[in-house]
Nanobody, 119 residues
Framework: QVQLVESGGGLVQAGGSLRLSCAAS????????MGWYRQAPGKQRELVAK???????NDADSVKARFTISRDNAKNTVYLQMNSLKPEDTAVYYC?????????????WGQGTQVTVSS
């Protein structure tokens, strides 16, 4: 059974930094794109950043130059370094990954980690 486990969320003051991690475990033979989404109260879930297995990244305009996504393919882990955080970055952050379990490519989601930025 494949699981995505996130860590690194918390409470931080505006201008501060946090680093999120997401490790995929279970029967994983290969990984494709991995990424981070977020959902603020009363809003739809939105893409924050994603990265292909080859390292190509795609960031939302709202986080460009502040957030950096990276991954360690050997560990099936994706990271999100968040700098210059703003109160509007407050949300539940979800990890997502497209993984090959040996029989099919499937999309998996983590349970979410809360990020709260105080002004």
């Amino acid at each position: 059974q494949v699981q995505l486990v996130e860590s690194g969320g918390g409470l931080v003051q505006a201008g501060g930094s946090l680093r999120l991690s997401c490790a995929a475990s279970g029967s994983i033979f290969s990984s494709n794109a991995m990424g981070w989404y977020r959902q603020a109260p009363g809003k739809q879930r939105e893409l924050v950043a994603k990265i292909t297995s080859g390292g190509t990244t795609n960031d939302a305009d709202s986080v460009k130059a502040r957030f950096t996504i990276s991954r360690d393919n050997a560990k099936n882990t994706v990271y999100l370094q968040m700098n210059s955080l703003k109160p509007e970055d407050t949300a539940v952050y979800y990890c997502a990954a497209n993984l090959w379990s040996g029989s099919s490519w499937s999309n998996y989601w983590g349970q979410g980690t809360q990020v709260t930025v105080s002004s």
